[in-house]
């Protein structure tokens, strides 16, 4: 689709447009989503500026540019250097200050003021700027600094700064460095161009506003023979304050209401106790350039005056490099940069567009010592501009892969490995801001020089991969989550509840009961555990039936709750502890059997099969349940069994990276008729007819680290399970039990990149087994919303019954809660 210009748009706001060009616009905004919502970002702007004279920019924005240098004559061109904090140029600044001081409504032609400061900006190809800072402490102490500085484009400066105490000199042209009077510690303690600099974007005018007051436009002045604007206003903390919350919590960051209090009648007493900061600016009438910025602060201690003076716009500027005719520095000139390198850098990048909402962009660098000289004291830095428009949109991390800290020593030909990772959501954030922040991202090495005496450093930019503007940002309908909300709830109130371990259900007397195993460990004061008994006839309504403590002072279940008729089994600490349940408000002990620590157990017919200490399979006769009796115990290699299931009468057994298949046709003696081995660790396991679904974390999986994979048996015979289908799911992990209602199959994952915490319910087509296919997807609260200090017991959180999920949450100190979600209906609502 074609676009309108913003020149067309910004008169259609203005109402500079005849009335046949307004019916085109209109016409076209009906059906284009980016134009409207550039239109309404001029409308805004609009309102703001005819409800004032003039506005200058804010304190703390003006402070950031003048930390910095920012190339800008080209869009999206950045230049990765590295100068004193105290070098600022104006080129951002101009174009940000004439896109909130002028009044729109003044243009009477459809050419915009920011077009025409836009293209004064473009066209700048050198100048100078000379600054003088004055302070004074509570002793009248004065401290004077001087600044001078020469820019020619591309990227050339030429900085002096002088003080009461020294004279500082340095030059930058391109990546290369040069400095004379400067120690090495000061070489080191150089910031980034840019790295706190402005960053001007569509948004950047309504942001700011609000952060003045009383702003006024001076009479006219003539600066160095030019006439300028003057305007003049006043740094509002409080409101500056506010407009930072919103904008954190526009990228989902939020700061707790008492942290904004306190912060806020801070800025109110620093307002009574000291004067206010005076900001003054000089623009020129005609050519929208920059002549003059002057700000001052007084306070009973301490007293601030900056005067920057911007002039010779495009005059000759001549800055060359600190060198002889030999290509040696000049005496008292160093270089924190090698003139011959000395490390080269191999760097790759990968996408994950996976899932579009989670992007992924990976970069693995190789940095080699290319000279033939040792290296030491080599260290590593790598960062990204903070100040970028999208930094708090784009997750961003690195990773070593040395096994040893720094510094290090690198001989001839050896290399150090390091990898980035970028992460956003690519449905609303632009490919461009993204290429932005890649480009503006670099990894730097610095070494010792072969006299020992300095750090030599070199810089590695990274490029944007060329495919990043090819994706697709848009989501399939099975990524685009439908926020789930409870349709039941249970808040159990026992004494010194704290959390809801394994748990079954089964039917007593023609109703459903589920058993709950309620730990109490860490409970205040303390509380012994206990089984609570719900009627769940009524899943979305709960209703409590009895709760039996544990004898003893035990506060806490092993993952053993097992029914079998109306008896029940659970395994505390210390003994497994057997209870008469055919009266489920009045339950009756049967017996304790000691030294029985059962992790997990499962029944088929008249016999149990445990989980003991993890290590051994043992076999229980529970003809007489109050007498249970050991008739075989099957010892496995792994001390790490996982769990346990039973499905057409096999028993299958989860032992970290590998499922055994069991024979239980004789009790008494067991045999594994089967070992099939994964790459990685079994999280859950599920069966449906011939299929045994297995859930894998694939952490150790080559390519496939941080995430799992759904892998489908066919165990049709069950002593030679066959693979024939798997489904991926990248940068999430499985985090609760596989449940399987006809053609479907339910899980619950959790993102492994960082992005949030959210936990998702997944549904997944089965109705071809060998090709499993994401069907929808649910989010979950978080379960911070319940409960301020929250416990989550990973899988053993979750439990289906029937279509319904209980979400069982833990709390401390008390009063755990069960979620119930019912999934019997469209989960999606689509």
């Not at 070098?87 to 729109?104: C, E, G, H, N, T």
């Not at 004074?136 to 500085?149: C, F, H, Q, W």
């Not at 309908?477 to 709830?489: A, H, K, N, W």
């Not at 303390?526 to 004898?551: C, M």
């Amino acid at each position: 689709m074609k676009h309108y210009n913003d020149e067309m748009l910004s008169a259609y706001a203005n109402d500079e447009l005849s009335p046949e060009q307004r019916k085109y616009v209109e016409e076209h905004i009906q059906g284009c989503t980016d134009c409207r919502k550039k239109l309404n970002y001029f409308k805004e702007i609009r309102n703001h500026l005819i409800s004032i004279e003039e506005v200058p920019p804010p304190v703390d924005a003006v402070e950031k540019i003048m930390a910095g240098i920012k190339e800008t004559r080209k869009p999206g061109a950045f230049r990765q250097l590295r100068i004193p904090a105290f070098v600022a140029v104006p080129l951002i600044l101009v174009l940000a200050l004439l896109m909130i001081l002028q009044p729109w409504n003044s243009i009477s032609n459809t050419q915009s003021v920011m077009a025409k400061a836009q293209a004064a900006i473009e066209n700048l190809q050198s100048y100078r700027i000379s600054a003088k800072t004055v302070e004074e402490d509570a002793d009248g102490i004065t401290s004077v600094n001087y600044l001078y500085m020469e820019y020619t484009a591309p990227d050339r400066y030429h900085v002096l700064q002088t003080d009461n105490d020294s004279d500082l000199e340095s030059i930058y042209i391109g990546d290369q460095q040069y400095y004379r009077n400067y120690t090495s510690i000061g070489i080191g303690s150089r910031v980034t161009i840019g790295a706190y600099a402005l960053k001007l974007d569509e948004d950047y005018a309504v942001n700011v506003m609000g952060t003045l007051k009383d702003v006024k436009r001076l009479p006219k002045e003539t600066i160095n023979g030019t006439l300028c604007l003057h305007y003049r206003g006043f740094y509002d903390e409080v409101k500056a304050l506010e407009k930072s919350w919103e904008n954190q919590e526009n990228t989902g960051r939020t700061v707790p209401d008492e942290v904004k209090e306190r912060m806020l009648e801070e800025a109110r007493q620093r307002a009574l106790e000291n004067d206010e900061l005076v900001f003054d600016l000089w623009i020129g009438k005609d050519d929208y350039l920059l002549r003059e910025m002057k700000r001052e602060f007084s306070s009973d201690d301490y007293g601030f005056t900056m005067d920057i003076m911007f002039y010779d716009f495009n005059q000759p500027v001549e800055i060359k490099a600190p060198l002889d005719s030999n290509g040696e520095l000049l005496p008292g000139w160093t270089s924190p940069a090698p003139l011959v390198p000395n490390i080269g850098a191999d760097i790759q990048s990968e996408i994950d567009n996976s899932d579009p909402s989670h992007r992924k962009i990976d970069f693995n660098i190789i940095l080699t010592n290319v000279g033939k000289e040792t290296l030491t004291g080599a260290d590593i830095r790598v960062a990204t501009d903070p100040f970028t428009k999208t930094y708090a949109m784009i997750g961003y991390s690195w990773h070593s892969g040395q096994t040893t800290d720094s510094p290090y020593t690198l001989e001839p030909s050896e290399s150090l490995k390091y990898s980035i990772t970028f992460m956003y959501d690519a449905t609303t954030v632009r490919p461009e801001d993204v290429d932005e922040t890649i480009r503006k991202t670099f990894i730097e090495i610095s070494y010792l020089n072969q006299t020992a005496e300095q750090k030599t450093e070199e810089t590695f930019h990274l490029s944007t991969p060329d495919a990043l503007g090819t994706l697709s940002g848009e989501l399939p309908q099975y990524l685009v989550p439908l926020q789930l909300t409870p349709s039941g709830e249970y808040r159990i109130d026992e004494p010194g509840a704290h959390y809801v371990g394994a748990r079954t259900t089964g039917m007593i007397n023609g109703k459903e009961y589920l058993f709950a195993p309620v730990n109490t460990q860490g409970s205040n004061p303390p509380a012994p555990a206990g089984l609570l008994i719900l009627d769940i006839t009524n899943k979305l309504e709960p209703e409590r039936v009895s709760f039996t403590r544990v004898p003893d002072d035990i506060q806490y279940f092993r993952d053993c709750c097992t029914l079998y008729g109306t008896t029940i089994y659970l395994s505390t600490a210390d003994y497994l502890w057997i209870l008469d349940v055919s009266d489920p408000a009045q339950p009756v002990e049967l017996a304790r059997l000691p030294e029985m620590v059962v992790n997990q157990m499962v029944i088929s017919g008249k016999y149990a099969f445990a989980n003991v200490d993890n290590h051994d399979i043992v076999t229980l006769d529970l003809s007489d349940p109050a007498h249970s009796e050991k008739t075989a115990i099957l010892p496995l290699a792994s001390y790490t069994v996982m769990a346990l299931r039973l499905h057409n009468g096999y028993l299958y057994i989860e032992v970290k990276d590998v499922l055994y298949t069991i024979d239980i046709s004789n009790p008494s003696s067991l045999e594994i008729i089967n070992e099939y081995p994964f790459s990685s660790h079994v999280a859950e396991i599920g069966f449906s007819g011939d299929y045994a679904y297995i859930g894998l974390d694939t952490e150790n999986s080559p390519g496939k680290a941080g995430s799992s994979e759904i892998l489908v048996l066919d165990i049709s015979d069950p002593a030679t399970p066959k693979l024939v289908g798997s489904l991926e799911l990248k940068n999430q992990w499985i985090q609760g039990p596989i449940y399987i209602s006809g053609d479907l199959l339910y899980t619950l994952i959790k993102r492994t990149d960082g992005f949030d915490r959210t936990t998702n319910l997944i549904v997944i087509d089965i109705s071809e087994p060998a090709n499993p296919k994401r069907s929808e997807l649910g989010a979950l609260p978080d379960f911070h919303d319940f409960f301020e200090y929250s416990y989550s017991s990973g899988i053993l959180s979750y439990y289906f019954i029937d279509d319904y999920l209980y979400w069982f949450i833990g709390n401390n100190p008390n009063r755990p809660v069960i979620e119930i979600f019912d999934l019997s209906g469209d989960m999606t609502g689509r």
